[in-house]
């Protein structure tokens, strides 16, 4: 009597033989962090103790390349979040940093951009004001601050904070979100649109990026700043002014946001001061950020 064959279902077969290869795929992913936290680890070692083991620069140009990189049937959004997740985590390995949020009472805030930002484990401190927030890094109970953008007529606006410090320790050095999802893409809920970094680092050249100066002066004019600006070879994207006192001889102090990268060395620095002479009476860069990966890019 011939023995019986036991039918196997193809479909069953296949997706199981798909399964066993998506499982090798994840030990091969595995290994390859904990590679990568082998190389974090001799990084580390040859740096030394720092203050911040961040590096804005790096991070922005390896995420343009990973977004520039043809991305097949990925989800849109996972990569960069994926790799934020990554970047955070191996920075704690190098050194413990702790990041103050504005988190204003009954008010839009930046906890849930910041949290997608440094991932799961970076310690987050929920500050009521962004002023707040950045006294805690001047205090050294952060690491770095994460502020709203600046805006025009702002009550308790925190850029005087970082423009009035004539050493000019703290200055802006990324953004976040690093990439702009479609409405509904993202975690955040009743969030800011996005926020600015604030710590003791000055940001890297990347290619694409905007900065901020600070200026404080007597008698002079918006529309003039402006026209010196452009004068001095800088393409203004936007400019904010508070008038540090009262009376026709008060000091007005601006923060002028610009396209492309200014150093602390800048040569046309030197224009702007040679331009405003004795009118000017503190002219210091703040800093900037990378400019993020923009919605819809595929």
Same mark, same amino acid.
Request: proline fraction near 6%; include cysteine.
């Given at each position: ?118 991932? =799961? ?7 009521p004001s962004a002023v707040t927030a950045i006294k805690a ?132 620095? =030197? ?28």
């Amino acid at each position: 009597m011939p023995l019986k064959t036991i039918a196997i279902n193809p479909d069953k077969q296949a997706l199981a033989d798909l399964r066993a290869q998506i499982d090798k795929i994840d030990f091969v992913m595995h290994d390859l962090l904990r590679e990568r936290a082998e190389m974090i680890d001799q990084v580390r070692k040859i740096k030394g103790k720092q203050h911040i083991y961040i590096r804005p620069g790096r991070e922005a140009q390896m995420l343009r390349a990973l977004a520039g990189r043809p991305q097949g049937k990925i989800p849109e959004g996972l990569v960069v979040r994926l790799w934020r997740e990554i970047i955070s985590a191996f920075t704690l390995t190098e050194g413990a940093f702790k990041v103050a949020v504005t988190v204003p009472p009954k008010e839009p805030d930046l906890w849930d951009l910041s949290r997608d930002y440094y991932g =799961s484990f970076t310690p987050l401190l929920e500050m009521p004001s962004a002023v707040t927030a950045i006294k805690a890094v001047q205090a050294e109970k952060a690491t770095l601050a994460v502020v709203p953008f600046p805006k025009e007529n702002e009550k308790n606006a925190w850029w005087p904070l970082l423009a009035s410090d004539k050493k000019n320790v703290l200055t802006v050095f990324a953004s976040l979100p690093f990439e702009h999802l479609k409405a509904g893409r993202s975690n955040a809920r009743n969030a800011l649109p996005g926020g600015l970094v604030v710590g003791k680092l000055y940001p890297e050249l990347t290619g694409d990026d905007f900065s901020f100066l600070a200026l404080q002066c007597v008698h002079v004019l918006e529309s003039e700043m402006k026209r010196l600006f452009g004068k001095a070879g800088y393409k203004v994207r936007q400019m904010l002014s508070q008038t540090m006192g009262r009376g026709g001889s008060a000091p007005t102090l601006y923060l002028v946001e610009t396209e492309g990268y200014v150093g602390r060395n800048d040569t046309r620095l =030197s224009r702007l001061r040679a331009m405003l002479g004795s009118r000017l009476q503190h002219l210091a860069p703040l800093g900037g950020y990378a400019a993020p990966l923009k919605a819809g890019r595929r």
